[in-house]
């Protein structure tokens, strides 16, 4: 598709969006089109859809903006699609969610800029889109779930929890990706969480999980789980991975954002031979660094890593009063400050391949400050949902 054709789409979706509240009702334009045109559908999907409508209008936003690089939208779709078997949805679905979706794109754009030439460009895109959805659903031979069984709950935290799983047969999956579950406690409500631990033959898995006090699942994650609870989980997702032949790393992960990071460090580990890679653990609190201590000993086995503490206060809140403990020996100083803005000031960073984890918020402030330190943006990764 020419560039000036996708550039047309690309404006229009950013005048969709650039309203607060832009992203919402875009989203509810999609699901009540979808829903009128196809009532059954409605049984397939949660009664509370506030999440669903923010990481479906997330991910349109992350697949309009990269759609001159369209195999890596593909894919992305494709993992999507794999993902949506678990509320039942089957490859023929995917085109009614097109037509949808251009009702909703024709509602929302304003009025000045919606032309025929601009329909016939964004009902060409869906059309690509939602081919390569169904055809991704169609082909994919993997359960569309997995069973699991809670097999550890440790509380490190008042509002954290890491929980550890064995699967009743290995997924699929690499380290650095993500997966949906469902527990008893919420049941038809479904959580990303991100594998802290590398794929094993055992099956077992590893979940870092911070409450979130309007969430709706993770307060139960974090306080109610217990051990022989049988979870569901969902098919991997999200594209974060070292690129062995592209040279150094640079990792940077706030909260329970370390989880896909720390991941594919105790991959590397497993090798005897890497590029070196700086991992920026960051946090509001020094507390916030929970596996500070994890990190010390991989960074002490393995001298091609570099771990750098970052907090913006030097002394536990008044909820978790536990004094602040000096860094293991030969861990590199703590340093203060936000951590998008304590990274750029090292430089621009542009020899290295970068990743970014943690809160939407964080992400965003760190994309900032790293382009305005001059980091190329094709240099960085992170996942969209």
Not at 286 to 315: Q, R, S
Request: net charge neutral; with cysteine.
């Amino acid at each position: 598709m020419e560039a000036f054709a996708i550039a047309r789409v690309q404006l229009s979706f950013a005048s969709i969006v650039a309203t607060p509240t832009g992203h919402e009702r875009f989203a509810a334009a999609f699901y009540t089109a979808l829903w009128a045109d196809n009532p059954a559908l409605r049984e397939l999907f949660p009664a509370g859809m506030e999440s669903m409508r923010q990481r479906f209008a997330t991910a349109v936003g992350w697949a309009v903006n990269r759609l001159g690089d369209f195999p890596a939208v593909e894919a992305f779709l494709g993992q999507l699609a794999r993902d949506h078997r678990k509320y039942g949805v089957k490859p023929e679905h995917f085109r009614a969610a097109g037509a949808a979706m251009l009702i909703a794109v024709r509602e929302c754009t304003p009025l000045i800029l919606w032309t025929a030439a601009l329909e016939h460009t964004w009902r060409e895109i869906i059309t690509r889109l939602v081919a390569a959805m169904a055809i991704a659903s169609a082909e994919d031979d993997l359960p569309a779930v997995w069973g699991a069984t809670v097999v550890g709950h440790e509380r490190v935290m008042p509002d954290l929890a890491i929980i550890r799983l064995e699967t009743d047969s290995p997924i699929p999956f690499h380290a650095g990706q993500y997966m949906s579950v469902q527990t008893p406690h919420r049941p038809h409500m479904w959580r990303y969480l991100s594998a802290a631990i590398p794929p094993n033959p055992q099956g077992q898995i590893e979940f870092h999980v911070r409450r979130v006090s309007s969430g709706w699942v993770s307060p139960a994650l974090v306080g109610e789980t217990a051990v022989g609870d049988r979870w569901v989980i969902g098919p991997p997702l999200g594209g974060l991975h070292v690129d062995r032949s592209r040279g150094d790393v640079l990792m940077i992960a706030s909260g329970t954002g370390l989880a896909p990071l720390r991941a594919q460090i105790m991959e590397m580990a497993m090798r005897g031979d890497n590029p070196r890679v700086h991992l920026f653990f960051g946090g509001k609190y020094p507390c916030d660094l929970y596996d500070i201590e994890t990190l010390w000993h991989l960074a002490m086995t393995n001298p091609w890593l570099t771990v750098v503490p970052v907090v913006e206060e030097k002394e536990n809140p008044w909820w978790h009063p536990v004094p602040v403990r000096e860094p293991p020996s030969g861990l590199h100083r703590t340093m203060y400050g936000k951590l998008g803005k304590v990274v750029a000031q090292f430089g621009s960073w542009a020899d290295r391949q970068i990743q970014i984890a943690g809160s939407p918020s964080m992400i965003k402030t760190t994309l900032y400050a790293l382009s305005a330190a001059g980091t190329p943006r094709q240099n960085i990764s992170f996942d969209p949902l």
